[in-house]
Structures are given as structure tokens and as C-alpha cells.
């Protein structure tokens, strides 16, 4: 019984920035990682970034120095600073927690358009 809410996903120009939240509750207490995926139309779905409770971060190629990934174990909540962003980053974005079962939890999904 989890639950992931997410919240600041919408529409920019190419080049303006959003930060993306997603809050874990429910009868998980901590999460050993949480973190972001996404998926465009016609894409495979890939993890953008992800961070564990020792704040080790990962980030995919592309997104690298644009993207900026935190979280706050005490909250259960992790933040996606977004920057310098391109139309190619147009995606449904999707928060994940993992348990220490190694149980992954999803977000519904929050649309991030950026126009050219």
C-alpha cells in the first residue's frame, strides 16, 4: 500500500527549466532508492535518474549537467531539477521507490512538454 503523488510536470520552451516532486506514502516506512523514468511516444521506456538512501545519484547520458536529482529520506520525497530543457526531453515522466523487499513502486505518470 503505497502511493506516489507527483506534482510540476507541464508545458516550457526549449531552454526553460521545471522541478519535478513525487511523495511515497502508505505502510512503506523507507525506500532504498527512488528516482525517474520516462517515456516519449515511440520510445522505450528509460530511467532518467535515480538516487539511494547514501545520496549515491545516476544519471543517463543525455541529461547529464542539465538534471539535477535529491531527495529527503524523512519525507519520502524526491525532487527532478530540471534545466536547459530540450524537446527531445518531451516525455511522460514517472516517479519509482524501491523497498528493501526490492519491490518498486510507480507514480502515474506526469506529462513534461517542452516546445521548440
Known amino acids: 500500500q503505497v502511493q506516489l503523488v507527483e506534482s510540476g510536470g507541464g508545458l516550457v520552451q526549449a531552454g526553460g527549466s521545471l522541478r519535478l516532486s513525487c511523495a511515497a506514502s502508505g505502510s512503506t516506512r523507507s525506500f532504498n532508492s527512488m528516482g525517474w523514468y520516462r517515456q516519449a511516444p515511440g520510445k522505450q521506456r528509460e530511467l532518467v535518474a535515480s538516487i539511494t538512501s547514501a545520496d549515491d545519484t545516476y544519471y543517463i547520458d543525455s541529461v547529464k549537467g542539465r538534471f539535477t536529482i535529491s531527495r529527503d529520506n524523512a519525507k519520502n520525497t524526491v525532487y527532478l531539477q530540471m534545466k536547459s530543457l530540450k524537446p527531445e526531453d518531451t516525455a511522460v515522466y514517472y516517479c519509482?521507490?524501491?523497498?528493501?523487499?526490492?519491490?518498486?513502486?510507480w507514480g502515474q505518470g506526469t506529462q513534461v512538454t517542452v516546445s521548440s
Open positions: 519509482t521507490a524501491t523497498s528493501p523487499l526490492l519491490r518498486t513502486y
